[in-house]
């Protein structure tokens, strides 16, 4: 799956209030979904000494996934594409790497 069909697909599950611009939603969700992976990495240090099992890399998986969905929506908010921004970010990335080499 490309992130063109993704985003096509994300989009028809979004249910939350529609508006013109409904930012505030898919951003407070992807706070919300981002703090629950900082919270099983933080419990991976805790109570697994650092070691990832496939039980938690199943749950980050999961969690991930909502991670990519609300920054779906947030980029639909927009009226951006997952794949202008990867390509933007690529492009900053590679910007800074030269300016540190």
């Given at each position: 799956?490309?992130?063109?069909?993704?985003?096509?697909?994300?989009?028809?599950?979004?249910?939350?209030?529609?508006r013109l611009e409904n930012l505030e939603y898919p951003t407070l969700g992807l706070?919300?979904?981002?703090?629950?992976?900082?919270?099983?990495?933080?419990?991976?240090?805790?109570?697994?000494?650092?070691?990832?099992?496939?039980?938690?890399?199943?749950?980050?998986?999961?969690?991930?996934?909502?991670?990519?969905?609300?920054?779906?929506?947030?980029?639909?908010?927009?009226?951006?594409?997952?794949?202008?921004?990867?390509?933007?970010?690529?492009?900053?990335l590679a910007k800074r790497h030269n300016r540190a080499a």
């Amino acid at each position: 799956m490309n992130f063109e069909e993704y985003q096509s697909e994300a989009s028809q599950t979004a249910l939350y209030p529609r508006r013109l611009e409904n930012l505030e939603y898919p951003t407070l969700g992807l706070a919300g979904e981002a703090g629950e992976v900082a919270n099983i990495v933080k419990k991976i240090q805790r109570d697994n000494a650092g070691i990832i099992t496939d039980e938690v890399r199943g749950k980050l998986k999961d969690e991930l996934g909502d991670v990519l969905w609300y920054i779906s929506a947030c980029a639909d908010e927009l009226g951006l594409t997952l794949a202008e921004i990867a390509d933007y970010n690529v492009a900053k990335l590679a910007k800074r790497h030269n300016r540190a080499a």
